[in-house]
């Protein structure tokens, strides 16, 4: 994905001769390599040009730099060209010029350093600050944005009771209410009931959330159906057995809009395989509507990063852009993740046992709410419910370490 989006930047010519020099060509895929040259080629012969006058630079690619080119490669090209012309979000390219950028920064203090260390006669102070003028003056960056002075403080405004309940009162009390902006992580072993957790959740806030507003639930871990079931039980606290009794006698339906509200409070969408980017523009669709955001399984939406970014780095960019997307809509969001099977069959796992974390997802998030179990057979229904980091603790008020009950037939919990 991060090839397609380098090439929808790079199309215009300001872009491409920032960064051109340090595409990592052999990182990216060699169709994606060929492209990139062709580019370059387009802009030396047409100087001209500001951006790629596509009808002529097809004419080129397949009449003059690849002739004889097979069927099934001529498709492949038409169709990413076609994609090449659609424009990439802001945020996207600003992070991907940015780190390409670093990347060259990075090269020419390795080899001034270098040459510092073989003794050539070099500034070197002078020399650094000269690298870092250059990097800091071609940055993308940000601007416009509006700021907070005095009288814009929450000072004597802020109050713990706006916002929405938990569904547990075990959090009510330790913890204030869940507000616009925040985001917690919920965290379980596989199969140990985040789901549940939140189709119950989703069941209590829809009650105090306003009439127009609803839930939008990224799906990358089940099918999108098995969720919805999931959350007809959790509204009705009813089981499979019973739902399928009012769906036969055709009460399903209305028992489930006088739960939830309306019939689509709740949207799931299953977006396997799609880019944080994609999620952006359904957000973006629906608007005002958006009232609470679910990232099921987060670490599994692509997010444009440079192949040399560790998987931690690539996940905290991840979840902050997350969070800004609860901050922009002024709504909760909740992603879940895994604990490590170092956290296997303990009530109440340690922070460090969230998966792949380090500390890149922790300080993305305001609270991370773990659901521990144990492995003796007779506490099969029994949860150990812990946040071992919040940013929303009532004032007083120890950390949470709670055994509560699993209903898993009705996908409720007490």
């Given amino acids: 994905m991060i090839d397609l989006a380098l090439l929808r930047i790079i199309k215009e010519r300001e872009h491409f001769d920032k960064v051109s020099r340090f595409i990592p060509l052999s990182a990216i895929d060699k169709r994606t390599k060929a492209i990139v040259q062709d580019i370059d080629k387009y802009f030396t012969i047409n100087p001209d040009e500001i951006s790629i006058d596509f009808p002529a630079f097809r004419s080129l690619f397949f009449t003059s730099w690849h002739k004889g080119m097979k069927d099934d490669d001529c498709k492949y090209y038409n169709q990413l060209l076609t994609r090449m012309e659609e424009d990439v979000p802001d945020s996207v390219r600003k992070n991907i010029i940015n780190s390409l950028l670093e990347l060259e920064f ?19 102070v002078h020399a650094v600050d000269n690298l870092l003028a250059k990097v800091q003056g071609t940055m993308e960056r940000t601007s416009n944005l509006e700021y907070a002075g005095f009288e814009d403080s929450t000072v004597g405004d802020e109050d713990d009771d706006n916002g929405l309940l938990w569904p547990l009162n075990s959090l009510n009390k330790v913890y204030r209410n869940v507000q616009g902006g925040d985001q917690t992580i919920i965290a379980a072993r596989p199969g140990k009931g985040k789901t549940s957790l939140l189709t119950f959740c989703n069941w209590s806030f829809v009650q105090q959330m306003q009439e127009d507003k609803i839930v939008i639930w990224f799906n990358n871990e089940s099918k999108r159906q098995r969720i919805m079931s999931r959350q007809i039980m959790s509204a009705l606290n009813a089981t499979t057995q019973e739902c399928a009794k009012w769906k036969k006698d055709g009460t399903l339906r209305d028992r489930y809009v006088k739960a939830m509200g309306c019939i689509n409070r709740v949207r799931v969408y299953d977006v396997h395989g799609k880019a944080n980017y994609q999620l952006e523009d359904i957000l973006e669709n629906l608007g005002d509507q958006v009232g609470l955001i679910i ?14 970014v560790r998987e931690d780095q690539r996940l905290e960019q991840l979840y902050q852009w997350s969070r800004e997307m609860g901050v922009k809509y002024n709504c909760p969001v909740f992603a879940t993740s895994q604990i490590s099977g170092e956290g296997d069959g303990l009530m109440f796992p340690a922070l460090h046992m969230l998966k792949d974390s380090k500390t890149g997802k922790q300080g993305a998030c305001d609270n991370i709410l773990m659901l521990g179990s144990s492995a003796d057979p007779l506490l099969e229904h029994k949860r150990g419910l812990s946040m071992p980091k919040t940013k929303t603790k009532r004032p007083g008020q120890n950390d949470i370490l709670e055994e509560i009950i699993f209903d898993s037939d009705r996908g409720r919990f007490k």
């Fill in 106 to 124: 990075a090269t020419d203090m390795g080899n001034l350093l270098s040459d510092y260390k073989e003794g050539e006669e070099i500034e070197f």
């Fill in 295 to 308: 990232f099921d399984m987060l670490d599994n939406v692509k997010f444009p990063t440079l192949k040399e």
